[in-house]
Structures are given as structure tokens and as C-alpha cells.
């Protein structure tokens, strides 16, 4: 092709590029492709006007959009400026208006999805302490009641958004009727969102949704058509966190381990039934990337920062490798993939992990939510894109970048991951298309170069979820050779 014209060499390269896009998107939207919406921590915050929550305490959330949608209160900046300072807010969560700029968003780009993932904490940071603020001297059953509605409200506009699409979502550690990760099993906010859950599923469903998730916000579903032979597994696994407690401030392991015991009969269960499995939660497996990398010095002898109290979560996943398909997680507020490598004995690589941005802009990033194509047959997420707004207030919203054209795999199966994640990890200085591009879409709307500083330990974040395993990624010449993968 060197020696052609530079006319004809022109037009084979456009040619050529037409045939990648086209092939791509024929990947994206060809037979059996199930498109479905990923969308996480919205953290909606009905306390950004306070001179409007008395109205919204008193009123049914039928009434909330009314409230909410007429111009601010005189006061709202100082009100909310001294709010933030009470409570000790270092930045702002979803306001009405981004919630609704957001909801206008996915139906412009997720209008045929089937179905609505929501990986969790969908209302705000600081969400007991601006309660209180302002409601001084309210019952705990109150204060349970107007985080219900809240919840009911984000809900019901997801699906009143994508009407034809069904919503399942998990809870986050901010969703609790208790604090941030605090929660108690059995007990009456489970109970209430679990109606609020129920309430969008199919008949057949409730029943057994209604009983699971009032024990511990866990459920199982098979999805229906067009998926195929697919199990759905939520979990609040606010219980498995390193930082959780009991609604009276004790640390409980019973509801951890039951949490463990069921996960483990409902995947012992679809291998046995031949089902192909995915599962959602909010706070992901593996290392804290960044309390280990920016707060502790692993390679001179400090422990990394886990996610989780104990592995258990994540060895049970890595043992079932050969039955689930897809983990989707989120927390970190990041645009971010893992891959969770199998135990021995399965005939898997490993669990492929999409860990979902977030609608907040709370940390500085621009909001956004994820809209994928996924195999109706084998359950593997074919592809996705990523949606995002151009600024943290959400007045515009365009493509960030689509997955099979920035990183040039076929689909986000284990095999790909393994391959892109190995790709990483062979590239310390982050030289290549590939690590360029994670790092640019990384902080969504954020510098490309957070991550170049910290890009080889980064790297080892995304497949080694024990300690030891991390460390012996990380710091190689002076970690104990353990369980590498």
C-alpha cells in the first residue's frame, strides 16, 4: 500500500476505517444483542434547596416534582453552603436538575434497552446528618420513611424514563436507614425497599424478592426473554465491608456469613441447572485502589487496603468462574473494569468485571452511565458505550467512547479481559493506544493523567484481588511468591 497514489492511498484508509466502524457496530446490534442500561450511584440529594424539604417530608412523591421543579428558594445557595458545612461535605451530589438532565439522557440513548441495572447508593453522601440538620428531633421510622420516599422517587423515574425496561437494582452503602454502612438484617428498611423493588418485577417474582431482600437485600431472578437460561444475583454487600457495623455501632459477622451461605447455594444451584449467571453488587472485590496506592507504602511492608473484610465474596465468585458471566460493581465513582481469576478447577479464565461510573459528579467528574449490547444466548457482554456529560451540571450529554473501539477487543469476556488487562500490565509506562485510552476515560470529564503516576501498581488492582497476590504483582522482587494469576 506504500507505493500507491497518495489519492487511492486516501481512500483505501477511509475505506478501511468505514469497514472497522461498521463491524463494530454490527457487533454491537446484531442478532441476539440484548441492549440494556448500566447505571450507578446517583446519589440524589433532596436536601440541595432546603427551603423546599418540609414540603417534600409532608407531601407523596407524586407531588415531589412539583416542588422541586419551580425556580430555587431565595436562600438556597447560603441555606445549602451552610448545609454542606455541618455536615462536612466536600462536594456537591445530584440536584433535581441533573437527575432530570440525566433521565432525558438515557432515553435519548437507551431508549430500546430491556433492562436497568442499577449498582447502588442512589441518594446522597451525608444523607443522616442533612436529615437532621433539618428535621431536628425526628423519629428513626420517620427518618426511614423520607429515605423511602427518596428512593421510590429515583426509582420511579428510572421507570417512568425506560418504561418497556425492567429495573433491577442493588443497594449501596449510602442506602441504609441506619448511616453509611451501617445496617441490620430483618429489619424494616429492607422491608420497605423491598416492596419498592417488588413492585416493577413480573407477578411471578415478588413473592420470593419480597422474602430474600427483607433478610439481607439480596435476591435472585431469572431474567426473562430475550435472555437466555440467565440468573440474576444481587447483593447488598454492605456486609461484606471492611467499614461496616451494625445499626448499634457493633460489628456483626452473622449476616456476612448467611449473606455467603446463600450466595453460595444459588451458584451451586445454576451450575447444577446449567444457567449462566451474573452478578451485581455496589462495593467491588479486590484491592482499595486508592487508599493502597496513594496512602500506604505496600512495596516497604504495609498491608493493602482491601474493599472487603475478608475474600470470602471474591474467592466464591473466582470458585464459580465457569458459571458467571458478568460481576457489575461500581463505588469508586470511576469508569473501571477487574477481572476476578478462576479457582482451580473451573474451565473458566475468570469473572469479567464492569464496574460502573457514577451520575454524581461529587469527586469532580462529569456525570455518566454506560449503554451495552449483551449475547442473549451466552450471557457475555458483547460491548458497551459510555455516555457522559460535558460538564458536572449535566446540560449536555455525547459519547465518551465506545469499548471495542478504544481497546480492540471482540467483547468483554473473561478471555478479552485477560488478554487487554495482560496488555496493561506488559506496559509500565502506559505508552500504548490502550493504556492511553483507559487512562483518559478513567476520571470521566477529569485529567487523562490521574492515573499515570500510579499506573503499574494501578495494573495490578485490576486481576489480583487477594493480598498476597497484589503484592507480588506490585513489588515483585521483594513479595513472597503466592497464588499469582
Known amino acids: 500500500m506504500l507505493n500507491l497514489p497518495r489519492r487511492r492511498l486516501r481512500l483505501s484508509l477511509v475505506f478501511a476505517l468505514l469497514f472497522t466502524v461498521h463491524a463494530s457496530v454490527a457487533q454491537s446490534t446484531g442478532p441476539g444483542a440484548v441492549p440494556l442500561l448500566m447505571v450507578s450511584d446517583i446519589h440524589f440529594d433532596p436536601f440541595h434547596d432546603p427551603g423546599k424539604v418540609q414540603q417534600l417530608a409532608t407531601a407523596p412523591v407524586s407531588g415531589w416534582d412539583a416542588i422541586l421543579s419551580p425556580a430555587s428558594s431565595p436562600n438556597q445557595a447560603q441555606e445549602f453552603k451552610q448545609l454542606q458545612q455541618t455536615c462536612k461535605a466536600t462536594g456537591v451530589d445530584?440536584?433535581?436538575?441533573?437527575?432530570?438532565?440525566?433521565?432525558?439522557?438515557?432515553?435519548?440513548?437507551?431508549?430500546?434497552?430491556?433492562?436497568?441495572?442499577?449498582?447502588?447508593?442512589?441518594?446522597?453522601?451525608?444523607?443522616?446528618?442533612?436529615?437532621?440538620?433539618?428535621?431536628?428531633?425526628?423519629?428513626?421510622?420517620?427518618?426511614?420513611?423520607?429515605?423511602?420516599?427518596?428512593?421510590?422517587?429515583?426509582?420511579?423515574?428510572?421507570?417512568?424514563?425506560?418504561?418497556?425496561?425492567?429495573?433491577?437494582?442493588?443497594?449501596?452503602?449510602?442506602?441504609?436507614?441506619?448511616?453509611?454502612?451501617?445496617?441490620?438484617?430483618?429489619?424494616?428498611?429492607?422491608?420497605?425497599?423491598?416492596?419498592?423493588?417488588?413492585?416493577?418485577?413480573?407477578?411471578?417474582q415478588q413473592k420470593n424478592v419480597l422474602q430474600t431482600f427483607t433478610a439481607y437485600g439480596d435476591y435472585s431472578v431469572t431474567m426473562p426473554a430475550p435472555m437466555q437460561n440467565t440468573r440474576l444475583l444481587v447483593l447488598d454487600n454492605i456486609f461484606q465491608s471492611k467499614n461496616y457495623l451494625s445499626c448499634a455501632g457493633s460489628f456483626n459477622p452473622n449476616a456476612a456469613t448467611a449473606q455467603l451461605d446463600w450466595l453460595g447455594d444459588q451458584l451451586a444451584a445454576a451450575r447444577q441447572q446449567k444457567q449462566k449467571v451474573w452478578v451485581m453488587a455496589h462495593i467491588p472485590p479486590g484491592v482499595n485502589m486508592y487508599s493502597t496506592l496513594l496512602k500506604r507504602n505496600v512495596c516497604g511492608g504495609d498491608s493493602p487496603e482491601m474493599f472487603y473484610s475478608a475474600q470470602k465474596l471474591s474467592a466464591l465468585l473466582a470458585e464459580y468462574a465457569d458459571v458467571v458471566k458478568l460481576g457489575v460493581f461500581a463505588h469508586t465513582h470511576m469508569d473501571e473494569l477487574r477481572l476476578l481469576p478462576a479457582a482451580g478447577g473451573t474451565s473458566s479464565t475468570g469473572v469479567p468485571i464492569k464496574m460502573v461510573s457514577s451520575i454524581s459528579p461529587v469527586n469532580g467528574n462529569n456525570p455518566s452511565f454506560t449503554v451495552a449490547q449483551v449475547d442473549a444466548t451466552t450471557s457475555t457482554l458483547r460491548d458497551y458505550r459510555v455516555i457522559a456529560s460535558s460538564n458536572p451540571a449535566g446540560t449536555s450529554w455525547s459519547e465518551e467512547y465506545v469499548y471495542s473501539q478504544s481497546f480492540h477487543e471482540p467483547d468483554f469476556s473473561a478471555v478479552s479481559l485477560q488478554k487487554l488487562i495482560g496488555q496493561f500490565q506488559a506496559d509500565p509506562a502506559g505508552s500504548t493506544q490502550e493504556s492511553q485510552a483507559y487512562m483518559a476515560h478513567f476520571f470521566v470529564g477529569g485529567p487523562a493523567g490521574l492515573l499515570r503516576p500510579i499506573w503499574t501498581g494501578y495494573t495490578c488492582v485490576l486481576s489480583h484481588y487477594q493480598p498476597a497476590d497484589f503484592v507480588s504483582c506490585m513489588c515483585p522482587a521483594t513479595a513472597p511468591q503466592g497464588n499469582l494469576h
Open 94 to 204: 445530584t440536584p433535581y436538575e441533573l437527575l432530570q438532565s440525566s433521565l432525558k439522557a438515557m432515553q435519548e440513548q437507551g431508549a430500546a434497552a430491556k433492562f436497568i441495572l442499577l449498582s447502588g447508593d442512589l441518594i446522597a453522601h451525608q444523607f443522616d446528618c442533612r436529615y437532621s440538620t433539618l428535621f431536628p428531633g425526628k423519629k428513626p421510622d420517620e427518618y426511614v420513611a423520607f429515605i423511602e420516599k427518596t428512593i421510590r422517587y429515583v426509582t420511579g423515574h428510572l421507570h417512568g424514563a425506560l418504561p418497556s425496561a425492567t429495573l433491577y437494582f442493588a443497594l449501596g452503602n449510602n442506602d441504609s436507614g441506619c448511616g453509611d454502612y451501617r445496617l441490620d438484617e430483618q429489619n424494616n428498611f429492607l422491608a420497605l425497599t423491598a416492596k419498592i423493588l417488588a413492585e416493577g418485577l413480573p407477578a411471578s
